[in-house]
């Protein structure tokens, strides 16, 4: 993995992450996982983290109330490799170094009101194996770059943040469509125009939800209680598979073949072979995302849904690409319908319980009257659950968009989400 | 006899010295490597059971090379043999050659360490799984023990021991040995199709005297506490703010109020406020790293600077800021020590690489102390007419601007100075720097959280939002 950070100019960290190791999970008695890693990569070192997994799974085992009677699985032998258009070996360290720098740069023409720059580079270039007893053997080799830019704009004691990230899997190839300059120069301008917005107002509104938001709602506060470990825990979907949950406009699914998404990997770390998962159709919940554990539980077939982040951790049931299949409304369709309400843009991450309680941080608003876009307004949060937010969705945007993504359940992650905007009531919680 | 983890520490050292004295004989100003070899044991809890038993060996060193004086590179490896540790040497000093130049970089001088008490305990690096399991075990009963309405959901017992060491070539070589156990608890609630937000707790300890007895009858309280909620109308007054709340989103901003790299960018909002007031009289924090036992408390920070105890706001005038070996010699003052390959928060990069020796350090508070006040908890709220207590809330500060706008999670009416009942939804609102300013009232308890040892703050006109 390459890092580059530039700050203000100056490349602040430019790094170089050299990783590998092994993690060892086994079941035993049909009752218990144990799992245990290492970093020193000789025989012995492995056969004692084996040793070790064993008697972690041993030592449950007994405590253990319910069998996992695991669906066999097909003898999986697979070698992917994603083919980069501009593989990250074909370039130095100094045209690393320009991405962010151009990013910095493209900031910084946004005006001398535009105090705080930061750009940073990822190219993350992973080797991932995968052995089992039941004869698998897999091979996964990817690339995946990002680029992330923070902004902050300051005029007398007024700060306004602003950022964006870029990322796909794949090479350099990223900057074709969007170049490292525009994007920090867009960035740092919606920061310096946030510095004479107001406070959007606080309470229940109509909002239109742009899909830069709307990937962090999605994922959030209705991916993680779609995921069947968090479901199974008391999560707000609970067991109502085959009934109406969200709006009949809403189709959501999970798939790890989009090639482009971060969340792209054929394979999933137990093996199974990733598709796309229909997990609500028209507001019915059809499915959750699995691991062959909660499968076993749930006697359905595994979706491809293990993942673990690295070597060190075990797999869990985790996101790859999820999406909300797109509708029929343009955006000025979406805002015409709209008296009064607000058009909500960008995301500064949040938080969401398993019930689907969100509170997720927008970066800036525009204020809609009698159907047209008015004044713009700075950023705060949104809040309320997420399901009965979802109820409330009375259209969907045409056009998808893949956005990147990250995720912190327990072990991080980055992921994918192809999202349209969507419209529907929101509790937003402003100064103004 | 040596324990595989210290084998391992022992190799690496080796490795690393060598490199260190390979690399001083270039053209360089600067080398440092910042090592660790970790034992990590773990039980995972998920619906009422154990989940998973894990267990991590890792170890690994990461250099820093400065050339031209200010030309900075990085490299790490986890990869525990002689020729990976040198190459990684080498990639930091070859990116050092195509870097740009840190303006004022340095790094800390070779001087006296104190060693800090309490940060070992030879029980957790040979606490068992069978151990771990029991502790895990018994923390669930009691939880679930304490009302037969609670549910646990997820949970957490992890004993990590573990070496950390710095070299540098201006002298600094220095290593700890320590240990951490955590237990966290989460649960939620069920009555009669009712169904509570979920509350946790958490128990950090620098020894093996973990009380998952106590842990789950506090997860207990708090779930029971949270049935038959009702929506609290908006409200604009006084309110008492937890220690999880303020050891969250309190102290996120008063963090980024008080790294030095904000400072040196003009984005705190208390740039050019030193020895002006900032917040109430009755509000000191300190940053205290040689706190006896305190989980982050350590006896030298992450780039080798001897650990300090720093006044940040005494009786409301701010005094200090937090500084690293480069920002404090950006700004010509002392270096509080703050060097952190640990820090909190949700910085992506920060997540994707990793902690520890993968990354170079940041500016992070130790342990963030907020000065006990003379008034119990209860005390506080009997004061109170009619206000809110807000245990625990969703969402977080904007950087900067110290706006917070967040959802009630675990919050409930006061009126008549008692506790009357919890509240349904809503979210609180306001500028933090304002809030900090009309603290009325510190609590005389505190409790340990990662990187803070917080009080119950009571601060007067808060705004609350109705759903």
């Known amino acids: 993995m390459t890092t580059c950070t530039v700050k203000n100019g100056v490349i602040e960290e430019f790094s170089n992450v ?60 697979a070698d992917v490799i994603l083919h980069a258009k501009k593989p990250l070996h074909d370039f130095s360290a100094e045209d690393i170094a320009k991405i962010p720098l151009e990013a910095y740069k493209g900031a910084k023409e946004a005006g001398p009101r535009v105090v705080d720059v930061k750009a940073t580079y990822i190219g993350i270039e992973d080797d991932k194996y995968f052995l089992s007893t039941e004869g698998a053997h897999i091979h996964q080799n990817t690339t995946r770059v990002l680029l992330l830019v923070d902004a902050i704009a300051k005029s007398n004691d007024i700060l306004c943040p602003a950022s964006e990230n870029l990322g796909h899997s794949g090479g350099l190839e990223l900057f074709d469509k969007t170049s490292p300059y525009s994007m920090g120069k867009a960035v740092a301008e919606k920061a310096v125009s946030l510095l004479n917005a107001k406070a959007p107002p606080s309470g229940k509104f109509r909002v239109i939800v742009h899909p830069t938001l709307c990937a962090t709602l999605l994922h959030e506060a209705i991916g993680h209680p779609l995921e069947a470990d968090l479901a199974m825990s008391g999560g707000g979907f609970g067991d109502q598979i085959g009934e109406l949950v969200s709006s009949k406009l809403v189709t959501i699914y999970d798939n790890g073949n989009v090639k482009s998404g971060l969340g792209y990997l054929p394979y999933d770390d137990e093996g199974i072979e990733c598709k796309r998962t229909v997990l609500i159709e028209n507001g019915i919940l059809r499915s959750f995302m699995h691991d062959r554990t909660s499968a076993a539980v749930a006697d359905v077939s595994p979706t491809g849904n293990a993942h673990a982040w690295d070597y060190s951790v075990e797999p869990l049931i985790r996101q790859t690409n999820i999406g909300i299949e797109a509708g029929d409304y343009s955006l000025e369709e979406m805002v015409e319908d709209v008296k009064e309400g607000l058009f909500l843009e960008g995301t500064f991450g949040g938080q969401a319980d398993v019930n689907a309680d969100f509170t997720f941080g927008f970066q800036s608003a525009k204020w809609i009257k009698n159907g047209e876009l008015t004044k713009e307004l700075r950023g705060a949060n949104v809040a309320g659950n997420a399901i009965e937010v979802f109820k409330t969705i009375d259209a969907v945007g045409k056009e998808a968009i893949l956005r990147p993504g990250a995720c912190g359940k327990f072990q991080f992650a980055i992921q994918g989400r192809v999202v349209p905007a969507i419209r529907c009531e929101i509790m937003v919680g402003g100064m103004g | 006899m040596a324990t595989r983890l210290d084998e391992n520490w022992n190799r690496l050292s080796d490795y690393v010295h060598k490199v260190i004295r390979k690399l001083e004989r270039k053209n360089i100003t600067h080398a440092e490597a910042f090592l660790t070899s970790t034992q990590t044991t773990e039980v995972t809890i998920r619906n009422s ?37 040198f190459e990684a040497g080498e990639k930091a000093f070859a990116i050092a050659k195509v870097s740009s130049r840190v303006p004022n970089f340095t790094l800390p001088q070779a001087s006296q360490i104190e060693k800090v008490e309490g940060l070992f305990d030879s029980r957790v690096a040979e606490t068992t799984v069978e151990e771990t399991v029991e502790v895990a075990n018994r923390a669930i009963d009691a939880a679930e023990g304490f009302d037969k309405r609670v549910i646990v959901k997820d949970g957490r017992v992890i004993y990590i021991s573990g070496w950390r060491g710095i070299i540098n070539t201006l002298g600094v070589d220095y290593e700890e040995k320590e240990t951490k156990a955590m237990l966290y608890l989460g649960c939620g609630g069920k009555q009669n199709g009712e169904v509570t937000s979920s509350c946790y707790d958490l128990m950090l300890k620098r020894t093996a005297n973990l009380e998952p007895e106590t842990v789950g009858e506090n997860v207990g309280k708090m779930v029971v506490g949270l049935f038959k909620p009702k929506t609290l109308p908006s409200f604009q007054g006084t309110v008492v703010f937890g220690p999880e709340a303020v050891s969250y989103q309190l102290c996120d901003v008063l963090i980024d109020a008080l790294k030095g790299e904000n400072i040196i960018a003009r984005r705190s909002a208390w740039t050019e406020k030193i020895e002006q007031r900032v917040a109430s009289e009755n509000l000191t924090i300190t940053d205290s790293a040689t706190l006896k036992e305190g989980f982050a408390s350590r006896s030298f920070d992450d780039e080798g600077c001897p650990s300090q105890n720093t006044v940040l706001i005494r009786k409301g005038k701010l005094e200090n800021f937090l500084h690293h070996a480069t920002s404090a010699n950006t700004v010509k003052t002392a270096n509080t020590s703050n060097a952190s390959r640990f820090p909190g928060g949700l910085d992506m990069v920060r997540m994707i690489v990793g902690n520890g020796y993968r990354a170079k350090p940041e500016i992070y508070p130790s342990n963030l102390v907020i000065k006990l006040g003379n008034k119990s908890r209860e005390e506080l709220l ?28 675990r919050a409930f009416l006061i009126q008549g100075g008692e506790i009357q009942y919890p509240i349904k939804g809503g979210m609180v609102s306001g500028v933090a720097f304002d809030w900090f300013k009309q603290v009325s009232g510190v609590s005389n308890d505190s ?8 009080s119950s703050l009571r601060v007067e006109e808060v705004k609350v939002v109705s759903d």
């Not at chain 1, 060892?24 to 245990?36: I, M, P």
């Not at chain 2, 109170?384 to 967040?406: C, H, K, T, Y």
């Open chain 2, 382 to 409: 009997s004061e109170i007419d009619r206000g809110v207590l807000i245990e625990s809330m969703a969402g977080f500060a904007q950087e900067g601007s110290g706006v917070i706008s967040a959802q009630l999670s």
């Open chain 1, 18 to 77: 050299s990783l590998s190791g092994v993690g060892v999970r086994v079941l035993v008695n049909s009752k218990s996982w144990g799992f245990s890693s290492t970093n020193v990569l000789d025989s012995e070192s492995a056969k004692q983290t084996l040793l070790d997994a064993v008697k972690l799974a041993k030592a449950a085992s007994k405590l253990k109330k319910q069998k996992i009677k695991l669906e066999p699985v097909k003898r999986a032998t």
């Open chain 2, 447 to 454: 409790k340990q959280f990662l990187n803070s040892l917080v």
């Open chain 2, 49 to 85: 059971e154990i989940l998973t038993q894990n267990k991590a060996n890792d170890s690994g060193v990461g250099f820093r090379v400065a050339v031209d004086g200010d030309k900075v590179g990085f490299a790490c490896t986890n990869t525990l043999n002689e020729k990976a540790v």
